[in-house]
Nanobody, 121 residues
Framework: QVQLVESGGGSVQAGGSLRLSCAVS????????IAWFRQPPGKGREGVAV????????YYADSVKGRFTISRDNAKNTVYLQMNALKPEDTAMYYC??????????????WGQGTQVTVSS
């Protein structure tokens, strides 16, 4: 069983930065990837970034490339999402998820409760 706890959300003005954290209770042999998803108000959930445990490959949605960075601190069992140059359209509930493939939502086994990010213009 893997538990995920997100933190770091908040309200920020456009152009600002936030760093989200996803604390992972434990990695298992099945923990191949940790991903960040987001769900804007009134819209569906979408993939933002994913990091693969073996090798550290990272992938980003086109909408966040060059602005967001996903990283992992092995010692702290934490995955981060550094978000720079935030835009109002980045406003969403952000979730981390574990054990899945790319941005295929239904493949992820574990989900956190989410942390809200609000970007004002």
């Amino acid at each position: 069983q893997v538990q995920l706890v997100e933190s770091g959300g908040g309200s920020v003005q456009a152009g600002g930065s936030l760093r989200l954290s996803c604390a992972v209770s434990a990695y298992t042999y099945s923990t191949n990837a940790i991903a960040w998803f987001r769900q804007p108000p009134g819209k569906g959930r979408e993939g933002v970034a994913v990091i693969y445990i073996a090798g550290g490959s990272t992938y980003y949605a086109d909408s966040v490339k060059g602005r967001f960075t996903i990283s992992r601190d092995n010692a702290k069992n934490t995955v981060y999402l550094q978000m720079n140059a935030l835009k109002p359209e980045d406003t969403a509930m952000y979730y981390c998820a574990a054990e899945g493939l790319d941005f295929q939502i239904r493949t992820y086994t574990y989900w956190g409760q989410g942390t809200q990010v609000t970007v004002s213009s």
